[in-house]
């Protein structure tokens, strides 16, 4: 009769196939064992019944800010909020910290950071930005999971948007890294121009930013992407794509045999550009919020698999940048990665029907294989590290900003029913969070891709 450290019991097991009613068995970390009333028994036991199982979400798009700018957000609070949220590994971007995460140094610096205070594992995006080229393999050496660049404006001073020499070359040197390039794909001289025509005649309005940023920038941004791309053979990334033709464009690209795919977010889900009239600077994101029709495409292309994954893209602020006249001068982020599982499971699962091992792919599973870490994470194999999310589909409440354990208790979502309550979080077997309450040292690890772990 087998031994093991957590026997979790009765639970309905949430598995890419569909749920399955099964025990689970954790030993060292890993899940060691499933089935219906397995022998044995656990040092702890939880009993599960009437509760969903699934792999703890990864969220490879966020913004935590430190070192640097930890007054903005900070590894302790944000991956309470994760935990809370039943995310289990991030990825951070690299401009928000300062000094950015370009070089070794600076890898360094947030690492101990990290290090010192998250209580989920985590993994770094490097950046790419004028000038470093050359840094990219130390970058590699360290163990970033790929590089960002912005082809617009990054909103930080010291992480400039790239030009197409250095996309071009740094694309060329990812892929002999063997690591992927993600990019904000807004093409900057057109949104450029056009935010400069509004604010020299005055118009410095929520409908003024959204014209400034038309979706066409998107769509010109992905091609010149995707072309570079193919030329120099990296694996490419789009973040935050707004638009269901956006999708399309790098399902067609990926159908020629190119290497990319992309990600959406929460706010393009559940958000329109008419709730950003409503919500004003706390909805304001980059690419902005769209009409109806672009969200119910990206819904048609969730479901239909073509949009791979969702990504929080949280990127939070102190209130007092939130409060501008000028919409132009409000800082562009949407504080989010607390609620990103509960709202796919409500606007998703409840109300548009759509399968849970839909949702377990586009929140764990699909980051897990594009990014190097499957199968360590993202299943709920044997072998797999045991991450895990347990909560009751039965429960729904409104979300209150006493709720929220960011440092700035702000979010378009205070307010919004959701369904769903998540009990308990485990990071390789130990309750990160649970009923309200974490774990009271950090246990997150950084996760290296494949190659160079």
Known sequence: MSRYDLLIRNGTLVTQGGPIRSDLAIED????????????????????????????????????????????????????????????????????????????ASFDLKLAAAQASSLVDFAFWGGLVPGNVERLPE????????????????????????????????????????????????????????????????????????????????????????????????????????????????????????DVTCETCPHYLVLTEDDLETLGPLAKCAPPLRPQAEQDALWTHLISGLLPMVASDHSPAPADLKTSQNFFEVWGGISGCQSLLQLLLTEGHCRREVPLSRLVNVTSAASAHRFGLYP?????????????????????????????????????????????????????GQAVFQDGHFHQSPLGRLIKPASYA
């Open 376 to 428: 360590r994470k993202g299943s709920l194999a044997p072998g797999s590290e045991a991450d895990l999310v347990l909560l009751d589909l039965t429960h729904e409440h409104t979300l209150q900003a006493d709720d929220l354990y960011y440092r700035h208790q702000h979010s378009p979502y205070v307010g919004r029913l959701f369904r769903g309550r998540i009990t308990r979080t485990l990071l390789r």
């Open 139 to 258: 970058l590699a050496e360290r163990g970033v999971i790929g590089y960002k660049a912005f082809m617009s404006n990054s909103g930080i001073d010291d992480f400039s948007a790239v030009d197409y020499t250095t996309l071009y070359e740094g694309m060329a040197m990812a892929a002999k890294l063997g690591l992927p390039v993600a990019v904000h794909a807004e093409n900057e001289q057109l949104t450029g121009t056009l935010a400069q025509q509004a604010l020299k005649a005055g118009r410095t309005g929520i409908r003024d930013y959204l014209r400034s940023r038309p979706a066409l920038a998107e769509y010109e941004a992905i091609e010149q992407a995707i072309l570079f791309a193919k030329e120099t053979a990296c694996s490419l990334h789009i973040v935050h794509v707004s638009t269901g033709r956006g999708v399309t464009l790098v399902a067609e690209a990926r159908a020629r045999g190119i």
């Open 29 to 104: 970390g890993l899940i060691v064992a499933l089935g219906a009333s397995l022998d044995g028994s656990g040092k702890d036991e939880i009993d599960a019944t009437g509760q969903h199982i699934l792999p703890g979400v990864i969220d490879p798009h966020l913004h935590f800010n430190e070192p640097g700018r930890t007054d903005w957000e900070g590894f302790a609070t944000g991956t309470r909020a994760l935990a809370a949220g039943g995310t289990t590994c991030f990825f951070d971007m690299p401009l928000n910290a300062h000094p950015p995460t370009i070089d070794a």
